[in-house]
């Protein structure tokens, strides 16, 4: 089974604090993926990488950036927290295949609280 | 660029009525198209997903789907409803690029004894 950890089920932290998400997959997937989850939003994508090192933008980067220097790890970085990011956040990550053909897998989500 | 609609943001049903939950997607080639589950609390599980071929897919917990090309929908069924379905449900399509998901807006089911 795949298994896709985060490093934390609960966040709280203060408006203006760097803020680190971590995510790691078990399948030797290529491509990881950030979500953020809000109410009536659906998912939203942040970021995603394909290979290690590489990373592309989403819909909505601002605010946030990632690291991958491993296969099996993806990060999430809030640069400078704000209350606007209060939100579930919603690693997965995928096999590589050119049509979205393979399905993504996801880990149980972190909820974070900006205060 | 791709587009996925789930027109009710909340249904209600009892428990062992039927349900189905809507779906319409826009993109330019033949999709593949996901539904997610999401219990409360809990990260994503796939349900079903359409590829190609027959267009009524079935997937886990009893859970169907048909593509309808026309209609660009591909709507969710279960005939009977448990408790335990009680959660949200969100439909994706899929992109060409790297895997990437397009997904709803998510429809969150409510069952009633």
């Known amino acids: 089974d795949v298994k896709v950890t985060q490093s934390s089920r609960y966040l709280v932290k203060r408006t203006g604090e760097k803020v680190f998400l971590e995510c790691v997959q078990d399948?030797?997937?290529?491509?990881m993926f950030w979500y953020r989850q809000d109410p009536g939003l659906g998912l939203r994508l942040i970021y995603f990488?394909?290979?290690?090192?590489?990373?592309e933008k989403g819909d909505i980067p601002e605010g946030y950036s990632v690291s991958r220097e491993k296969k099996e790890r993806f990060s999430l970085i809030l640069e400078s927290a704000s209350t606007n990011q209060t939100s579930m956040y919603l690693c997965?990550?995928?096999?590589?295949?050119?049509?979205?053909?393979?399905?993504?897998?996801f880990g149980p989500g972190t909820r974070l609280t900006v205060t | 660029a791709q587009s996925v609609t789930q027109p009710d943001i909340h249904i209600t049903v009892s428990e062992g009525a039927s349900l189905e939950l809507r779906c319409n997607y826009s993109?330019?080639?033949?999709?593949?198209l996901f539904w997610y589950v999401q219990s409360p609390g809990q990260g994503l599980q796939l349900l079903l997903k359409?590829?190609?071929?027959?267009?009524l897919v079935q997937g886990i917990k009893g859970f169907e789907a048909e593509f309808k090309r026309s209609q660009s929908s591909f709507n969710l069924r279960k005939p009977s409803v448990h408790w335990s379905d009680a959660a949200e449900y969100f439909c994706?399509?899929?992109?060409?690029?790297?895997?990437?998901?397009?997904f709803g807006q998510g429809t969150i089911l409510t069952v009633h004894p």
């Open positions: 997965a990550s995928s096999r590589p295949e050119a049509g979205g053909r393979y399905e993504q897998y």
């Open positions: 399948m030797d997937h290529e491509n």
């Open positions: 990488s394909y290979d290690v090192k590489m990373k």
């Open positions: 993109y330019g080639a033949t999709p593949y």
């Open positions: 359409y590829f190609s071929g027959d267009t």
């Open positions: 994706a399509v899929g992109a060409a690029s790297y895997g990437k998901l397009t």
